[in-house]
């Protein structure tokens, strides 16, 4: 079987393990990836102050050590290669493209100067090629973080975190130079609906209160109307409460950095200044009403508060982005799909031999590990609807990578991909850093071409 994989973030990767792994059917995989490096966002998302959890990518160079295993960096399906190229080229299609795209906050004043969805701050200061030349300016005492997800807190940590912590991170060093000139001081992490809602995981809020030099701020009034279990709890919402709970009786210092949550508020407006930069953020005060299957809605209560920041970062959640010819769920923002088959999205009939897995088939919801058993499901469905499959006569192996070569396409191998790793990681040891990443993607193909 020839199976082609689109993206090398963990759902592709854990993908490919699966399926070479397999004893009854020798399996070919060429995983497509748009930029020269691999590892989606455990590179490009994951924060630079949480390396332990980088370490993943040894169980994945291992995969790519496989010898049927092919890494085709620098190549974009619906750019460089379309899905009926795929089609021909491969028995069976795997999507592993994550969500490339968010979500807005859909209100007035969202694309003014200082207004920045957090994704862009965040693959900015991971040195993602397509951020490295977002404007973040960070002459600003006040931030407004939108959302009540992980991403929200690790945008909120990044920005507080004194410098020296990051130092020895993989942090992109344009990053680390303008943060090490930050003039923020104060950070406001908003949720439109309750403490008991948020979905912050407990270890990543638990963090906030460890940092050096930042006390976490929260109002006791922020918990009234909730459960708080009297031991620490089992659920990830009890231990949130128990989290929050805590700082709620926290002194902070005057001259430390400070970390505020609010809770029950909805941004209704991004105010500019004269100059056209933010300087407000408009808050409507919220009322929660609890519907019988037991879901939590914000309502507008119409009472009105300005917060003055000088900085909206909206993280709201994220979506796929749409490639041509990969069925699109309009609703859900995923690849059209039924558990990991991908299909028309108005007739929901099977697309044969084309599913998808990660981010790109559930949404944002699911940490690095969790996509390990969702891949393997997906190609336990792959294999019971392939029998027979590999008896289709496909063009040689080498007739991809003509094709590409033909398009001008400079494709990118795993070897290739090892020399840059190896150059930032030396270039990271001059400042006792993990690495230090290379973030242009033209820097990029030049190094490997000096053979
Ligand atoms: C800011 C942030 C921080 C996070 N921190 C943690 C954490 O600390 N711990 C944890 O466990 N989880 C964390 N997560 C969650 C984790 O990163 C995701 O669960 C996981 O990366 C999703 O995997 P994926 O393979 O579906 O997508 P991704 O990791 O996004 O990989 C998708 C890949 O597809 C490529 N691609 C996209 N379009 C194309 C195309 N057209 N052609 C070719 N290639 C394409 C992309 O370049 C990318 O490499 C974090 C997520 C975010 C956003």
């Known amino acids: 079987m020839h199976i082609a994989i689109i993206g090398s973030g963990p759902a592709g990767f854990y993908a490919a393990e699966a399926l070479l792994k397999r004893t009854d059917t020798e399996v070919h995989v060429d995983m497509f990836e748009r930029l020269p490096t691999p590892f989606g966002l455990v590179r490009g998302g994951v924060a630079p102050d949480h390396q332990n959890i980088k370490a993943v990518t040894r169980v994945y160079d291992k995969t790519a050590a496989r010898p049927t295993f092919r890494f085709l960096g620098n190549v974009r399906l619906g750019r460089d290669v379309t899905v009926e190229d795929l ?26 100067a200082r207004c920045t969805p957090a994704t862009v701050f965040i693959g900015w200061y991971n040195g993602h090629p397509d951020y490295r030349h977002a404007r973040i300016d960070l002459s600003v005492s006040r931030v407004a973080v939108v959302g009540n997800g992980n991403v929200a ?21 344009h990053a680390l130079e303008a943060l090490r000139n930050s003039k ?26 460890e940092m050096e030099d930042v006390d976490p701020i929260l109002a006791p009034d922020e918990l009234a109307g909730c459960t708080i279990p009297a031991a620490e709890g089992s659920s990830q919402q009890e231990k949130n409460l128990k989290i929050l709970q805590s700082f709620t009786v926290r002194q902070p210092a005057a001259n430390r950095k400070k970390l505020h949550l609010r809770f029950r508020v909805s941004p209704t407006e991004v105010i500019a200044d004269s100059n056209g930069n933010v300087c407000g953020l408009a808050l409507e005060k919220n009322r929660l009403e609890t519907l019988p299957d037991g879901t939590v809605r914000a309502h507008g209560t119409g009472e009105m508060e300005i917060l003055e920041v000088g900085m909206v970062l909206p993280a709201v959640g994220f979506a796929a982005e ?23 999205p108005i007739n929901r009939a099977a697309i044969p031999g084309e599913y998808v897995v990660g981010w790109a088939r559930t949404g944002p919801r699911g940490l690095i590990g969790s996509h390990k058993p969702a891949s393997v499901h997906v190609v336990e469905h792959m294999m019971t609807d392939g029998a027979g499959l590999e008896a289709r006569a496909l063009p040689d192996s080498s007739a991809i990578l003509s094709l590409l070569h033909q398009r001008g396409v400079q494709v990118v191998s795993f070897d290739d991909w090892k020399r840059l790793d190896d150059i930032e990681v030396v270039r990271g040891e001059l400042r006792g850093a993990a690495r230090d990443k290379i973030v242009d993607i033209e820097a990029m193909l030049s190094i490997l071409n000096r053979r």
Request: aromatic share 6%.
């Open 87 to 112: 089609r021909q080229h491969y028995h069976q299609i795997v999507y592993a493209v994550g969500n490339e795209d968010d979500r807005r906050l859909g209100i007035p004043g969202e694309g003014i």
């Open 153 to 173: 807190i690790d945008a909120a940590r990044i920005l507080l975190r004194a410098p020296a912590e990051l130092e020895k991170t993989d942090i992109a060093a």
């Open 322 to 344: 749409r490639i041509a010819g990969v069925p699109y769920d309009e609703k859900a923002r995923t690849i059209a799909n039924e558990d990991g088959r991908v299909v028309d």
């Open 184 to 209: 923020v001081r104060e950070v406001f992490i908003l949720g439109r609906r309750g403490p008991e809602q948020a979905s912050f995981t407990p270890v990543e809020l638990k963090e906030l209160g």
